[in-house]
């Protein structure tokens, strides 16, 4: 039984910072790739980064690259994403998700097969 677990969400100012973790649970393989995903009220879902787990190779939606960091621990199941300088447009519900395989197609939503609960972040 797959578990994605969020949390680290929160009210930041404008330019501030915050780290979001993702545990993941349950997985029986060894490798896979990551996503962090994010939804506004009224907007569609929109892939943030993604991370595959054994390599580290990653991808940035335009919006946050230089901005935001995806990074996996293994050691703690654990993928994280940093972010800097944040403002009001990144206000959003944000999710992890996770697929088979590598990340090479990209962050297409409907291609990951297990999702969060979402945490939400709020840039004032």
């Known amino acids: 039984h797959v578990q994605l677990v969020e949390s680290g969400g929160g009210s930041v100012q404008a330019g501030g910072s915050l780290r979001l973790p993702c545990v993941v649970t349950g997985y029986d393989h060894s490798s896979y790739c990551m996503g962090w995903f994010r939804q506004a009220p009224g907007k569609e879902r929109e892939g943030v980064a993604c991370?595959?787990?054994?390599?580290?190779?990653?991808d940035y939606a335009d919006s946050v690259k230089g901005r935001f960091t995806i990074s996996v621990d293994n050691g703690r199941n654990t993928v994280y994403l940093q972010m800097n300088s944040l403002t009001a447009e990144d206000t959003a519900m944000y999710y992890c998700a996770a697929k088979t395989g590598s990340c090479a197609a990209g962050r297409k939503s409907a291609d990951f097969d297990y999702w969060g609960q979402g945490t939400q972040v709020t840039v004032s």
């Open positions: 991370i595959f787990t054994n390599g580290a190779s990653t």
